[in-house]
């Protein structure tokens, strides 16, 4: 079975630009949450999808905005880019999102705004 | 409110045990998970716990308190490649099952 797959794996943006990222989870998974990790910082939970619906919403502005089609994939879109939102952006995905439903995350976004 | 808290940072040597420990302070409990982060890498998952006592996986295992809020990371018979972050994560029935993650312990082993 193929893991997550995210693409682009790299970007560079300026500030003002806006960015779409995508997220392709294992087949079969329901679930897909965004996070954005920073060099000393934990995962910061960004939103969760679930069957098309976002379930979950972390403490971000609202410039971070995501959905998910029919088929499960997603999409993850940051206007009006900021210095501070360089950052690894990673998808996870489950088969759905309760007990021990692990997320297997994929190899990440690594985007940088200068 | 939610919190998890690990250890920032712990050196280890190549061949030794290092225990990492995890306490929690969420709404709801419904699991805790371990994963293992090396640099520039996606994180993979290494163990989960939903009831109290010891998980043995290999070289890794895990232990829950739930009374507690309190779990810890075991590793036995470190090696170089066992270098990396280490992050727990809590899920919480009570914020829609969203797993809360602490900030990672990052494990450095020396020869």
């Known amino acids: ?114 | 409110g939610q919190n998890i808290d690990q250890p920032t940072e712990m050196t280890a040597t190549e061949g030794a045990i290092v225990q990492i420990n995890c306490t929690y302070q969420t709404s709801g409990f419904n699991g805790l998970f371990w994963y293992q982060q090396h640099a520039g890498e996606a994180p993979t998952f290494l163990s989960y716990n939903v009831l109290d006592g010891l998980e043995e996986k290999g070289r890794f295992s895990s232990f829950l308190s739930r009374s507690k809020g309190y779990s810890y990371l075991l590793l036995k018979e470190l090696q170089m490649k066992d270098s990396a972050s280490y992050l727990c994560a809590v899920r919480d029935p009570r914020s829609n099952y969203q797993l809360i993650w602490g900030a990672g312990t990052k494990l450095i082993i020396k020869p």
């Open chain 1, 1 to 114: 079975k193929a893991g997550v797959t995210q693409t682009p794996r790299y970007l560079i943006k300026t500030r003002g630009q806006q960015v779409t990222l995508s997220c392709s989870p294992i087949s079969g998974h329901r679930s897909v949450s965004w996070y954005q990790q920073t060099p000393g910082q934990g995962l910061q939970f960004l939103f969760e999808y679930f069957s098309e619906t976002q379930r979950n919403k972390g403490n971000f502005p609202g410039r971070f905005s995501g959905r998910q089609f029919s088929n499960s994939r997603s999409e993850m879109n940051v206007s009006t880019l900021e210095l501070g939102d360089s950052a690894l952006y990673l998808c996870a995905s489950s088969l759905l999102s309760r007990g021990e439903e692990t997320q297997y995350f994929g190899p990440g976004t690594r985007l940088l705004v200068l």
